[in-house]
């Protein structure tokens, strides 16, 4: 069974940036971080094929958010950088270990973590 535990939020001013990790145990097929801010639906944010390394951002994010992994930490990451108020929303973690394309349809994603606080003060 996959387990998921996602740590590094907090608060930053606008312009700052934050590393985000997500601990993840098992074997994977795609690795997503999605997000919620408060009053909106959950939405997508990054996403890697851990085996291939293919990466693929929502427009919102791309440019200033980086996802990457340490096999060997069996860790991912989201670097954030460039943070603006509307960043601010708890971040999850979230993986999927049948192959097929994820894209960021969230039912497909059957693991997730337990979600960590990002605040951008402007």
């Known amino acids: 069974q996959v387990q998921a535990v996602e740590s590094g939020g907090g608060s930053v001013q606008a312009g700052g940036s934050l590393r985000l990790s997500c601990a993840v145990s098992?074997?994977?097929?795609?690795l997503a971080w999605f997000r919620q801010a408060p009053g909106k639906e959950l939405e997508g944010v990054a996403r890697?094929?851990?085996?291939?390394?293919?990466?693929y951002y929502a427009a919102s994010v791309k440019g200033r958010f980086t996802i990457s992994q340490d096999t060997a930490k069996n860790t991912m990451y989201l670097q954030m950088n460039s943070l603006k108020p509307e960043d601010t929303a708890i971040y999850y973690c979230?993986?999927?270990?049948?192959?097929?394309?994820?894209?960021?349809?969230?039912?497909?994603?059957?693991?997730w973590g337990q979600g960590t606080q990002v605040t951008v003060s402007s």
């Open positions: 979230a993986a999927g270990d049948s192959r097929r394309l994820y894209e960021f349809t969230t039912a497909y994603y059957t693991y």
């Open positions: 890697i094929y851990p085996n291939s390394g293919d990466r």
């Open positions: 098992g074997d994977t097929y795609c």
